[in-house]
Every structure is written in structure tokens, then in C-alpha cells.
Nanobody, 125 residues
């Protein structure tokens, strides 16, 4: 059964760091691009970062460039999102999603065949 499970969320002060992890099972990760999305209360889900199936192409939302880094380990079947210099505006539920091979056209709901349940990230003093 195809499954994505997010972990690593929590409460952090502004300027702090968190590392989110997306563990995948039930399918061959080598054939899928993995994206991280987030949804804040009252807002639409937005694509934050994405990495192609071979890891040779990445995407970052402008507001997180230079602060977030996405990486993947196809052997361990995990995709991580390292988040630094966190801001209150980063507060949201973070989801990982999977789609065939590429991050092209990333956006919700058109991108993403499979989704995890989400993990809460709260940035507050």
C-alpha cells in the first residue's frame, strides 16, 4: 500500500530550525518527484519545495530560498526538508506529496498523486 508519512514538526522560536522528513513506502521512490507543501489557516495549500526523481532538479518558493534545503535518499526512501531561519509566516501544516518524476507545474491541486497526512510547524516566541 502506497504511503507517505511526515515527521519532524513542532514548535520553534523565530530564527530557529527544524528538519522535516517524509518516509515513503509501497512504491519505488526512484520513479517519483517529492514535493513539500504547506497550508496555513485560511490560506490555500502552496508548494514550498520539490526535488525530482533523480535529485538533479529542485524547486523552492521564493520566500524560502536560502533558508530551506530539500534532499532525498532513495535507499532509505526518505525526503527531508531542512528549514532554517524560521519566521512566524512559516507556520502551517506541512505535507509531502509524490508525482511522476518531475516538479514541473508544481501547484495544488494539479500536482501530486499521493499525499501524507501532514505535520504541524509553529514558529512563535
Amino acid at each position: 500500500q502506497l504511503q507517505l508519512v511526515e515527521s519532524g514538526g513542532g514548535l520553534v522560536q523565530p530564527g530557529g530550525s527544524l528538519r522535516l522528513s517524509c518516509a515513503v513506502s509501497g512504491f519505488d521512490l526512484e520513479h517519483y518527484a517529492i514535493g513539500w507543501f504547506r497550508q496555513a489557516p485560511g490560506k490555500e495549500r502552496e508548494g514550498v519545495s520539490c526535488i525530482s526523481s533523480r535529485g538533479d532538479s529542485t524547486y523552492y518558493l521564493d520566500s524560502v530560498k536560502g533558508r530551506f534545503t530539500i534532499s532525498r535518499d532513495n535507499v532509505k526512501s526518505t525526503v527531508d526538508l531542512q528549514m532554517t531561519s524560521l519566521e512566524p509566516e512559516d507556520t502551517a501544516v506541512y505535507y509531502c506529496g509524490a508525482d511522476d518524476y518531475f516538479c514541473d507545474g508544481i501547484g495544488y491541486p494539479q500536482w501530486g498523486d499521493y499525499w501524507g497526512q501532514g505535520t504541524q510547524v509553529t514558529v512563535s516566541s
